[in-house]
């Protein structure tokens, strides 16, 4: 009963391909976003989504594209790939409209288990 | 804009002493701030938040956290480390904004619990 699933965990890859990393929550949240860890462990976010607005961080580059095809899903594409893009991507999902408050899960983010992508 | 950070790269701690990892913010806003943990190889656990209310959180495996506005601080601590609390933690912010914000992570800071 994996809550946030991602697939591949592993993709390698050669310079130029395209590839598509695919996310899906069970947890019935109404957003879900992407994030990349670097080789240093830094966390950025790259876009967040709901099925009101798409938030893109600004320095993503537009080879980057989400895809939901339903709530419950949100793909990664990638484009052109370039050496620089390898690092891990996390996608990850919260509930955020219904009330906030500290006893309850609204807010927090639910990670997946990561992909690691190599591009050689 | 919003930052966070964690001034700490490593913090070492025996096992059965508290422990203490150090986080700041600045958000323009009011803050929506969270801690989660990293293991090898692994996705971000979730440890605890802090939305509203007390100032003293309490979360997953005995952690706590402290909010403190005047010091924009949300350190997290624990009365008594375990050797399995090693891992890398990252501290968290958000603003109250409202809407699909992500979250403004720290540069994470490795605790290691020495036996």
């Known amino acids: 009963d994996t809550a946030v699933s991602q697939t591949p965990k592993y993709l390698v890859t050669q310079m130029g391909n395209d590839k598509s990393i695919k996310c899906e929550q069970n947890?019935?949240?109404?957003?879900m976003y992407w994030y990349k860890q670097d080789s240093k462990k830094f966390l950025k976010i790259m876009f967040s989504y709901n099925n009101k607005e798409l938030i893109i961080n600004e320095t993503v580059p537009n080879r980057f594209s989400p895809k939901s095809p339903d709530k419950a899903h949100l793909n990664l594409h990638i484009n052109s790939l370039e050496l620089g893009d390898s690092a891990v991507y996390f996608c990850a999902s919260s509930q955020e409209l219904g009330g906030t408050g500290p006893s309850n899960s609204y807010n927090e983010q639910f990670f997946g288990p990561g992909t690691r992508l190599t591009v050689l | 804009a919003q930052s966070v950070a964690q001034p700490e790269d490593q913090v070492n701690v025996a096992e059965g002493n508290p422990l203490t990892v150090k986080c700041t913010y600045s958000?323009?806003?009011?803050?929506?701030l969270f801690w989660y943990v990293q293991y090898p190889n692994r996705g971000l656990q979730f440890l605890l938040k802090?939305?509203?209310?007390?100032?003293l959180v309490k979360g997953s495996y005995g952690f706590e956290a402290e909010f403190n506005k005047s010091q924009t601080s949300f350190h997290l601590k624990k009365p008594s480390a375990l050797v399995s609390d090693s891992a890398l933690y990252f501290c968290a912010v958000r603003d109250t904004g409202g809407g699909a914000d992500g979250l403004t992570f720290g540069k994470g800071t490795h605790l290691i619990i020495q036996p």
């Open positions: 802090y939305i509203t209310g007390d100032n």
């Open positions: 958000v323009s806003g009011n803050p929506y």
């Open positions: 947890l019935g949240h109404d957003t």
